[in-house]
């Protein structure tokens, strides 16, 4: 931990090495002799160039000048470092900082309290990007108070907090409309059909969800997304164990901008899904006036850019291939596997454009028969 006398060192070493002249000429000429002669100017460029968080927390008890720039002007905060008392050391800084925009509070062990989130829902009205990952002591009472003070997220993760409840996910979408990015890996009990359907219907600018490893969520609650969130680029439903090929078909008819779709372990997934996919980019591609239009569309289309059928052991290889023709960007071929197929043996025989154009390119040896 960074000491307050080891701040003072710097700021001594500053000064000797020709620093403190610089900051002179700056202000005109007038001395600094101490920190809290630093004009906030300064204190707030010092403060967006410090990349160790530890440090600004130190720097925030040297003197009143510099706690006034960290309030000012601390807009990215990460406290993952923080070991033990995590909800302590929030709910001591969450009041000063008053333009937080992006906070980050993984933990390798849980210690964050539905108390400290509370704290933030107060003070950091601004928030726009939250990382609650691995919250295990979390209850609904945090995305209460995230909902009331917090309107603004844009980005939130809250993957593997397992005590959330999908109640409290439909709270939450109610006031947090602006949501583009949101992580439910894992979270068993809040990602539900129902908190789906609220996603569906409250944020409509979302873009990106991961639902990897809830199990609970049925073709209803993909199905309300599909067509509730028509921006929505990349989903992960890897182990969603529930979902039918209707799922599919309805994000392929309905979300356009579909890039990036996992499909792992969902073993009710069917060629009737892949087919969809394909009639569904089949529909965006307009007629061209010439073969040079025609390339110029295709390297710039939107698509499916990656594919995890990993395990969807009901696929067949025509479905499949018909798919990877369909998006030149799923490749197979090496060092850029976009389309995942693990466990599919009776997909081996798939492959991508360039997989058989390097094929081809292989030198030719012909077999010398000995006579």
Request: aromatic residues 4%.
């Amino acid at each position: 931990m960074v000491r307050s006398e080891e701040l003072n060192q710097c700021f001594e070493k500053l000064m000797m090495t020709g620093g403190g002249t610089d900051i002179s000429k700056k202000m005109g000429g007038a001395a600094i002799a101490e920190w809290k002669d630093i004009p906030m100017e300064l204190l707030l460029r010092i403060v967006s160039l410090v990349d160790d968080h530890r440090t600004i927390i130190m720097a925030s008890q040297v003197c009143s000048g510099w706690r006034e720039a960290i309030s000012l002007g601390l807009t990215h905060l990460c406290l993952s470092w923080c070991k033990n008392n995590m909800s302590n050391l929030v709910m001591s800084l969450a009041p000063k900082l008053r333009n937080l925009q992006s906070l980050v509070l993984r933990q390798d062990k849980p210690q964050l309290e539905d108390i400290a989130v509370e704290t933030i829902g107060r003070h950091c009205h601004d928030l726009q990007d939250l990382d609650l990952s691995k919250s295990f002591k979390l209850t609904d009472r945090s995305l209460y108070a995230l909902a009331h003070g917090c309107p603004n997220l844009v980005k939130l993760n809250i993957s593997g907090c397992t005590s959330f409840s999908d109640h409290g996910i439909e709270y939450l979408t109610g006031f947090c409309r602006k949501l583009k990015i949101l992580n439910l890996c894992g979270c068993v009990g809040a990602a539900t059909d129902l908190a789906l359907q609220a996603i569906g219907r409250n944020c409509n600018q979302l873009q990106s969800l991961n639902l990897g490893w809830c199990e609970n969520v049925g073709d209803v609650g993909v199905m309300s997304l599909a067509y509730g969130c028509p921006d929505l680029r990349t989903l992960d439903l890897c182990g969603c164990v529930c979902i039918t090929d209707d799922s599919v078909i309805a994000l392929a008819n309905r979300c356009p901008h579909l890039t990036s779709l996992g499909l792992y372990y969902c073993q009710n997934i069917t060629d009737r899904a892949m087919y969809s996919l394909v009639h569904s980019q089949g529909k965006k591609k307009k007629p061209s006036t010439s073969m040079w239009e025609s390339i110029k569309a295709r390297k710039g289309e939107e698509g499916l850019k990656s594919l995890n059928i990993s395990q969807c052991t009901a696929l067949t290889p025509s479905a499949v291939q018909a798919l990877c023709d369909c998006f030149p960007a799923l490749h197979t071929c090496s060092g850029r596997h976009s389309l995942v197929m693990s466990g599919c043996l009776n997909l081996t025989s798939v492959h991508c454009a360039c997989a058989v154009q390097a094929h081809r390119n292989l030198p030719y040896i012909p077999h010398h028969h000995a006579h």
